[in-house]
């Protein structure tokens, strides 16, 4: 059985910056797929950033550029560092693990087969 667990959330000013992390157990994590999904107030749960077993990365446009997705295998943690913040960036954040994945098709969701249970990150303006 899978587990994830995330760490690294709070509460930071516009311009902050915060590193999410987020332990596996349970499973071979070198072999899946990784990847950071959100859930702001009142809406859905989207992928934002998505990174392969090979180091392929993907970003969605709204965190291109101030997201950065790693991993470190021997750990198994994978991390989010998260630069410029922005208030729109404020909601609960979720670790995600798919084994065969298409990377820039991850962000739906709809294969994920472990989900953490999350961490909230608020951005005061």
């Known amino acids: 059985q899978g587990r994830l667990v995330e760490s690294g959330g709070g509460s930071v000013d516009e311009g902050g910056s915060l590193r999410l992390t987020c332990q596996a157990s349970g499973f071979d994590f070198r072999w899946y797929c990784m990847a950071w999904f959100r859930r702001a107030p009142g809406e859905d749960r989207k992928g934002v950033a998505v990174?392969?077993?090979?180091?392929?990365?993907y970003y969605v446009d709204a965190v291109a550029g101030r997201f950065t997705i790693s991993r470190d295998n021997a750990k198994k943690t994978l991390y989010l560092q998260m630069n410029s913040l922005k208030p729109e960036d404020t909601a609960m954040y979720y670790c995600?693990?798919?084994?065969?994945?298409?990377?820039?098709?991850?962000?739906?969701?709809?294969?994920?087969?472990?989900w953490g249970q999350g961490t909230q990150v608020i951005v005061s303006s």
């Open positions: 995600a693990a798919e084994k065969n994945c298409v990377v820039h098709a991850m962000t739906d969701g709809g294969f994920v087969e472990e």
């Open positions: 990174l392969g077993h090979d180091g392929t990365t």
